[in-house]
């Protein structure tokens, strides 16, 4: 792994309202650390109409995955992330590893889900 695997760049979030079904609407991040050491978790919330809010420190053991519910402040350190509000997200960590997102819209008797793996900031991100 190289240094670019320690920020993940996740451009369009949007955090799905509830909704009325067993199923509830809402976004994920997933680490999957499979280093020999923990990993240190920072994520940084991008918005259109206001600075970012940065959240951490969080924590994904070494051999382990770690899913954070984005609708779930006690996840993320009391953060509140609101429903509906277009964003943008980078996930740093201290050690290499892999971010996935994952959304759930529920607004629909159908469903909608989309996931994808985040993209690795190269080295000409600037950062």
């Not at 997200?89 to 629909?108: A, E, I, K, M, N």
């Amino acid at each position: 792994m190289s240094a670019q695997d320690t920020k993940w760049l996740v451009p369009d979030g949007w955090m799905p309202p509830k909704g009325s079904g067993a199923v509830e609407g809402h976004e994920a991040i997933c680490v999957l650390n499979i280093g020999d050491r923990d990993a240190t978790v920072t994520m940084t919330f991008y918005f259109e109409d206001r600075e970012p809010d940065v959240v951490g420190p969080l924590q994904c053991l070494a051999r382990r995955t770690r899913h954070y519910r984005l609708d779930f402040p006690h996840e993320l350190n009391g953060y509140e992330l609101t429903p509906e509000t277009p964003y943008a997200l980078v996930v740093d960590t201290d050690v290499p590893v892999t971010v996935q997102h994952t959304r759930v819209d529920t607004r629909s008797p159908q469903l909608a889900l989309m996931t994808s793996t985040a993209v690795a900031a190269g080295p000409r991100s600037g950062r």
